[in-house]
């Protein structure tokens, strides 16, 4: 252990202690030569996922969905850019207290961005979890300003759907909603993912496939606080294709108001193509607040409601066929051979009659006459 010479001149209790600190200094060398093997030897391949991770991020860009058109061409539907809420717990060091801070920012309940960290436990490592969608003035610029206390919160643009009618044909077009653990559960094969967009009613749902377009992604360096630094690799997004409707925007508008504060529905067709022109229902929604993102209260609102805003009375109310249905019933008559259109109702000849004790064929009788 010590030099020959040098244990004879050191006494024997100094030499003592000398061999209980090299003893002690192999030790702890051993024990960090271990830990370094297991970190960069078994454990290398984990903690190089994880730096990666932290250091490059995966953005997806939601593709654009496709505008839609009325039969002569004017706009109905169409997008606009917005601004969503994300927030990724791996870059903060506490959670909770970066989304208290954000709460007191925007002034909102704190309860609601804990439920949806929640909510959200079992998904995927670095996974963005949406807080906000379409947010307004005020919280865009409390989040830039307070940045530097909010690791891990951003903020991303997207294209988010206008419906330029608002509610004039809300049961024709329908809305867009977030995509619920069971539908995700369903279309996860088609490149849906935790918090897209996907028609939920109307044409929107109709036509999801042909109006939805495909999402492009970027590869982003960011720092330590979860924020950008540069785009490494980007993939462009496509948008989804557009779709011309039958129905003219005039007359939409016209039917709509001609039921203004009345519950019923109103249907105008082509009589030669049997296209639709028309078809409005009231009472109605606006289709744009659940663009922005409906709260529960909302909901809650639009379900309860007495007047049942939500069904399109249109193809879903029930109601008595009314005068224009007796000359089907005539024509059955007719072509059964049980009456005859100049029978004037005597006993022995059944004849066609409506309800204020006419002839259903009044030109008929007359030239018997």
Not at 26 to 38: E, H, K, N, S, Y
Request: proline letters at 6%.
């Amino acid at each position: 252990m010590l030099p020959i010479a040098f244990r004879q001149d050191v006494p024997p209790e100094f030499r003592r202690r000398a061999n209980f600190l090299m003893t002690i200094a192999a030790i702890v060398f051993l024990f960090l030569f271990g830990r370094l093997f297991v970190l960069q030897v078994l454990q290398g391949e984990r903690f190089t996922y994880l730096s990666e991770n932290n250091r490059i991020r995966l953005k997806k860009i939601p593709g654009t969905r496709g505008m839609v058109f009325d039969r002569n061409g004017q706009l109905v539907v169409d997008s606009r850019p917005s601004f969503d809420l994300l927030f990724v717990p791996e870059d903060t060091d506490d959670p909770g207290l970066t989304l208290r801070r954000l709460a007191r920012f925007l002034a909102r309940d704190e309860g609601d961005f804990l439920g949806l960290l929640e909510q959200n436990k079992g998904r995927p490592p670095f996974e963005e979890i949406v807080l906000g969608r379409d947010v307004d003035w005020h919280a865009l610029v409390a989040v830039e300003t307070h940045q530097l206390d909010l690791p891990g919160v951003s903020l991303r643009v997207r294209p988010r759907r206008s419906y330029l009618l608002n509610s004039t044909a809300a049961h024709l077009l329908g809305y867009l909603g977030e995509i619920g653990p069971r539908q995700l559960k369903a279309q996860k094969e088609k490149g849906y993912g935790m918090g897209d967009e996907i028609g939920q009613f109307g044409l929107e749902r109709r036509w999801e496939e042909f109006l939805r377009g495909r999402s492009g992604g970027q590869q982003v360096e960011v720092d330590a606080l979860g924020r950008r630094v540069r785009v490494l690799h980007e993939v462009e997004d496509v948008p989804g294709h557009s779709v011309y409707l039958t129905v003219d925007r005039d007359l939409q508008e016209t039917a709509h108001e001609a039921l203004k504060g009345k519950d019923g529905a109103i249907v105008a067709l082509d009589v030669h193509s049997g296209a639709i022109l028309a078809m409005a229902s009231t009472p109605a929604f606006d289709p744009n607040v659940f663009a922005r993102g409906i709260t529960a209260e909302e909901w809650r609102a639009l379900g309860q409601a007495r007047a049942h805003p939500l069904n399109n009375r249109a193809i879903q109310g029930q109601y008595p066929p009314g005068s224009t249905f007796k000359i089907v019933l005539a024509i059955a008559a007719l072509e059964d051979s049980a009456s005859a259109p100049a029978s004037t109702g005597s006993p022995n000849t059944p004849a066609l009659w409506d309800s204020g004790k006419k002839p259903a064929f009044p030109s008929m009788t007359r030239n018997r006459d």
